[in-house]
């Protein structure tokens, strides 16, 4: 069941801060974030797992509500390099695939 | 520290025939994945490798195979091709497999259909 993200885009001014959240039907194992550039291959940004475990980058922050199997990553003070399509991943139990959203594009301005 | 590289990075084939897409894994990762991604759309998982046996496998027909070789590079190919396979297939390494670890990305290879 590929999961749902929110908004589908987002335009901002430097400075301003952001929310992207993803939702599932079924329940959740992990959830991992990425952020693709225009032409350019999905890098990583943070994993978070059931049970609360945190891996990803210093200055992006997220959360994810196992009950509610909901993840929302934080992007505050962007930036122009902020700018691109975010994904969210789904993995409903440890070591199944990955599952994509339909990824929301944000756009940060000067 | 080399990246995931594919190649070949564009590829134009005629409906009928068949393709191989090829992908090094970063260093030290054991585990390629692979994914297709139409335009506007998140990567679609196709099947995944690990010590050279085809470990998970998304929705795609049999037309879809993979191969991994003992230094864990892998091949993707797709016979009979259709109109509707052109899209970025994009390959990613990981230790292990998935839940704690990140995967590396390729930058893809774009496949169009004529």
């Known amino acids: 069941q590929q999961p749902v993200q929110s908004p589908q885009a987002v335009i901002l001014r430097e400075g301003e801060d952001a929310v992207i959240n993803c939702s599932s039907s079924?329940?959740?194992?992990?959830v991992h974030w990425y952020r693709q550039k225009h032409g350019e291959a999905p890098v990583f940004l943070m994993i978070?797992?059931?049970?609360?475990e945190q891996k990803g980058h210093e200055k992006i922050s997220a959360s994810f509500n196992e009950k509610k199997q909901q993840s929302s990553l934080y992007l505050t003070a962007s930036q122009l390099s902020y700018s691109g399509t975010y994904f969210c991943?789904?993995?409903?139990?440890?070591?199944?695939?990955?599952?994509f959203g339909k990824g929301t594009t944000l756009s940060v301005s000067s | 520290d080399a990246g995931v590289t594919q190649s070949p990075t564009h590829l134009i084939k005629t409906r009928g025939q068949q393709v191989t897409l090829r992908c090094s894994p970063k260093?030290?990762?054991?585990?390629v994945s692979w994914y297709q991604q139409a335009l506007g759309q998140g990567p679609q998982f196709i099947f995944q490798?690990?010590?050279?046996?085809?470990?998970q496998r998304g929705n795609f027909p049999d037309r879809f195979s993979g191969h991994q070789f003992p230094n864990y590079s892998s091949e993707l190919n797709v016979n009979a091709l259709l109109l509707g396979d052109s899209a970025l297939y994009l390959c990613?390494?990981?230790?292990?497999?998935?839940?704690?670890?990140?995967?590396?990305f390729g930058d893809g290879t774009r496949l169009s259909i004529l």
């Open positions: 990613a390494s990981s230790l292990g497999g998935y839940s704690n670890q990140p995967q590396h």
């Open positions: 079924k329940a959740l194992y992990s």
């Open positions: 978070l797992l059931k049970g609360g």
């Open positions: 991943g789904t993995e409903g139990q440890a070591g199944t695939a990955l599952i």
């Open positions: 260093s030290g990762h054991d585990t």
């Open positions: 490798y690990y010590e050279e046996e085809e470990r």
